[in-house]
Each structure stands twice: as structure tokens, then as C-alpha cells.
């Protein structure tokens, strides 16, 4: 791979098979729930953000299903409430895309990781990353951003389409859907440096990026709602 140029896409298009509405919902008023109000009270008392309520990897699944069930994405230009059956779908789904426990404390582990480290382990899940896309399989990766006792929710998900790779440059680019940016492919681009370490580390659309893991998929076959 390392030594000829290479462009590889799989079918997945954000304009055409990613949800409308960008990754921003509104947290359950009083009286839908006790545990909404609990969640959002640990989250203030943490010091985390509850200005919004974000369901990316959600997003991402449920995408992911319709892609593979051949179904068009509901034509919504605004994120479902709290009590639509997309929302519970969605939130089924995000639920989902921790894979219980394992996801979150990856992502903590990976927050505290020195920088070195980090680029080690990002260049060797970008080499499984790789053969996935070649595969043409879309694949859920988790972006971590933060470090240290920063917020984990500021971490994301998004997922990865496809990719290039310039040899002269040595730098790999990869396709995106982003559920923070609708409509458009992002890209996250780094170049290979000695040593298995990557620099330049980069999202098109601005947000900090640190590192990158590979998240699992399991299809649901029913599918969100209409």
C-alpha cells in the first residue's frame, strides 16, 4: 500500500444516504422521564456539555441500516423530538454503537495516552481501517478529541466511506459521513511519518482531532422508521 497511489470509495454518499438533520437534538422536557433528568444533572454536576444532546454514533448505525436495507433516509430537515419513533430509534442505536461498556472506556483510555502513543495506535487501526473500505464496507470510527479530564462527549463518531493515499506525500485521506455536517464529506487527513507516527492530523471542517479507533457495526434489520 505504502508505495502506489490509491483511491477507494465504497457506495455510501452523505447527500444521499445520510440523515438530513445535523447531529443536535433537544433534551426531553420535565415529565418525559425521570432518567432524562438524571442523565442531565450528572452531566452538569461532571461539568459536561448539556446544551444539546448529540447522537452521533445513533446516527451512524441507523444510516448504516438503511444503506444495507436499500431504504432512503426519512426526508427530515429537522432532528425528530424526544417522543418520534426515529428518536428512540436513533437512541437505540447509540446505545448500540458503545458496545456496552467497551467503547466508553476505550475512549477514556485513549484520552490519556501521550501523543506518541496515540499516533502509533491511530496509523495501526488506519492499516484494519483500510482493509474494511477496500472490503467496500462504510465503517463507524470514534474520534477522539479531548485529553486528560477534558469531556468525553466532546469525542464523536462518524463514518468512513472511503480513502486516498498520495505515496510522495505519504498522506491518507479519508471520506466521511460527519452527522455534524449533513449533506457534505468531510475528510480527516494525516501523513505517515517514521516510526508509525502520524503528523498534520487534520478534520476538513476544523474540530481538533487527536486519534481515530475502528467502532463495530451489527446490523439491525428492521430498520428506523419512515
Known sequence: ???SERTVRTGFRPAEHGFRFANRFLWPRAGQG???TLARAVLRLLGMNTTALGLCGGMCLAALDLYH???PVPKRDAPPSAGDALFRYLLRRQIDSYSGP???L???AWMW???GHLDRLTIAQFLHLRAR???GAPTPLVLVRTRGLSDPTANHQVLALGYTWAPLERRATIFMYDPNHPLIEPTLSFIVAPGGRHIDLRQSTGEAVRGFFLGRYR???SGPPA
Do not use: E, N
Request: charge should be positive; aromatic fraction near 8%; hydrophobic fraction near 40%.
Open 113 to 115: 495516552r501521550r501523543d
Open 69 to 71: 436495507l436499500g431504504r
Open 102 to 104: 467497551r467503547v466508553p
Open 106 to 108: 476505550r475512549v477514556l
Open 34 to 36: 425521570r432518567g432524562w
Open 219 to 221: 446490523p439491525r434489520t
Open 133 to 135: 473500505l477496500d472490503a
Open 1 to 3: 500500500m505504502w508505495d
